[in-house]
């Protein structure tokens, strides 16, 4: 088996059963995210301990792409403090734009998605769950800044189109 039909495998797998799949309730912080070329939609739901990413589950309907890119994402993610999270998300935009990009080993699993870049128009399908999740804890922070009336009016969920 080579890497390509290795990596083929990794995405046919998280998107047969995908991992973290549902929604928590109560959440810290949520958002949905939609990308219209695809018809991709995508709902992050998450819990915070203190900077850390404690625990976090999406569903949606999607391409095999998207659902096994928010599927590796929540694995990738899970107990990770945000600054390593932050890192993640750059490296994950540089894999599937960037055709020169050597991954660092951190990236694991989610080097799977890398022959994503070689298909443009797939590239939102991969980076979704990504954006959605940055929307997802911009809005948390938002929320935390916010004085107790305006925290009420940041509680709605952010919603974020990929358009
Ligand atoms: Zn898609």
Same mark, same amino acid.
């Not at 939609?34 to 203190?50: A, E």
């Given at each position: 088996?080579?890497?390509?039909?290795? &990596?083929?495998? #990794?995405?046919?797998?998280?998107?047969?059963?995908?991992?973290?799949?549902? $929604?928590?309730?109560?959440?810290?912080?949520?958002?949905?995210?939609?990308n219209?070329?695809c018809?991709d939609?995508l709902?992050?739901? !998450?819990? *915070?301990?203190?900077?850390?990413?404690?625990?976090? /589950?999406?569903?949606?309907?999607g391409c /095999?792409i998207s659902v096994?890119s928010a599927?590796?994402?929540? @694995?990738? =993610?899970?107990?990770?403090?945000?600054?390593? #999270? @932050?890192? !993640? &998300?750059?490296?994950?935009?540089? !894999?599937?734009?960037?055709?020169?990009?050597?991954?660092?080993?951190?990236?694991?699993?989610?080097?799977?998605?890398?022959? #994503?870049?070689?298909?443009?128009?797939? =590239?939102?399908c991969a980076?979704l769950c990504?954006?959605? *999740? @940055?929307?997802?804890? $911009?809005?948390?922070?938002?929320?935390?800044?916010?004085?107790?009336?305006?925290?009420?009016?940041?509680?709605?969920?952010?919603?974020?189109?990929?358009?």
């Amino acid at each position: 088996m080579d890497l390509k039909d290795l &990596y083929r495998e #990794v995405i046919l797998d998280h998107n047969r059963s995908p991992r973290n799949f549902g $929604r928590l309730d109560p959440a810290d912080a949520a958002a949905t995210g939609h990308n219209p070329l695809c018809g991709d939609r995508l709902h992050l739901s !998450l819990r *915070l301990d203190g900077d850390r990413i404690r625990e976090l /589950a999406f569903d949606g309907q999607g391409c /095999a792409i998207s659902v096994a890119s928010a599927s590796l994402m929540t @694995e990738a =993610v899970k107990g990770r403090p945000r600054a390593e #999270v @932050e890192a !993640l &998300y750059h490296d994950m935009h540089r !894999l599937l734009t960037e055709t020169d990009f050597q991954p660092p080993r951190e990236l694991g699993k989610l080097m799977a998605l890398g022959g #994503v870049r070689e298909f443009p128009a797939r =590239v939102k399908c991969a980076s979704l769950c990504w954006h959605t *999740l @940055e929307a997802a804890l $911009r809005q948390h922070d938002a929320a935390q800044a916010a004085d107790a009336s305006a925290r009420a009016a940041a509680a709605s969920e952010a919603i974020i189109s990929t358009e």
